[in-house]
């Protein structure tokens, strides 16, 4: 069966740090990928898909960058975050006519 | 604003009664999903419903679509205190889920 892991599960980081969250999915192949950041008591705001190795779609101009090393890993990076970078992020992966099968999520604190 | 917005944003019932959570949505629809998030986990597919459906049943859920109000309702029966958590309805106008639209969320508790 399929799995999707996501780490960290909690970070704080101070302002103006690099921060990197990985996503790995395991039992299925060529999967889409989407990075999402959810705001407390909010609905999920898309950042980042994929649909291949080395293609990456941005949906929200910012401070994050996403890149697909690897058929079934996904990294979300930043090279300095900000205090509105804290959320929760989720990585989640699909194939074409399925539904969406997310990660456990990333608690990010910039303090 | 929101392609989906539930309605209402809380809910708290006592257990073994039936919840029912609604959605609104502005523009044509392909297909509306439910999803189910646990307090500080990642979302869990519920259930979809296409454009062309009306009712859909899975296990205690019913989801019902109306696409002349642009509007769907996701029903609970006989809840259990395992299914309080946030209810997210989202919305695919016809591009796939990389343009699935999240609504805001209804948080559930069931009441032991």
């Known amino acids: 069966s399929q799995t999707i892991h996501q780490w960290p599960a909690t970070l704080v980081q101070p302002v103006g740090s690099p921060l990197s969250l990985e996503c790995t999915v395991e039992?299925?192949?060529?999967?889409?990928l989407y990075w999402y950041r959810q705001a407390a008591g909010r609905g999920l705001q898309l950042l980042f898909y994929s649909v291949g190795i080395g293609q990456i779609s941005s949906e929200v101009p910012q401070n994050l960058s996403a890149s697909r090393p690897q058929d079934r890993q996904f990294i979300l990076s930043s090279k300095k975050l900000l205090l509105s970078d804290s959320g929760f992020y989720l990585c989640?992966?699909?194939?074409?006519?399925?539904?969406?099968?997310f990660g456990n999520g990333t608690r990010l604190t910039v303090t | 604003s929101q392609q989906g917005e539930e309605d209402p944003q809380a809910l708290s019932i006592q257990e073994g009664e039936n919840a029912t959570m609604n959605c609104s949505y502005k523009?044509?629809?392909?297909?509306l999903q439910w999803y189910r998030q646990n307090s500080g986990r990642g979302l869990v597919h519920l259930i979809l419903i296409r454009s062309n459906e009306r009712e859909k049943h899975s296990g205690r859920l019913r989801v019902t679509l109306d696409t002349s109000k642009k509007s769907s309702s996701l029903l609970i029966t006989a809840s259990r205190a395992a299914d309080t958590a946030s209810y997210f309805c989202?919305?695919?106008?016809?591009?796939?889920?990389?343009?699935?639209?999240f609504g805001t969320g209804t948080r559930l508790t069931i009441i032991p």
């Open positions: 039992g299925t192949s060529n999967p889409n």
């Open positions: 523009t044509s629809i392909n297909n």
């Open positions: 989202a919305t695919d106008v016809g591009f796939g889920n990389e343009k699935l639209t």
């Open positions: 989640a992966w699909d194939r074409v006519n399925s539904p969406l099968h």
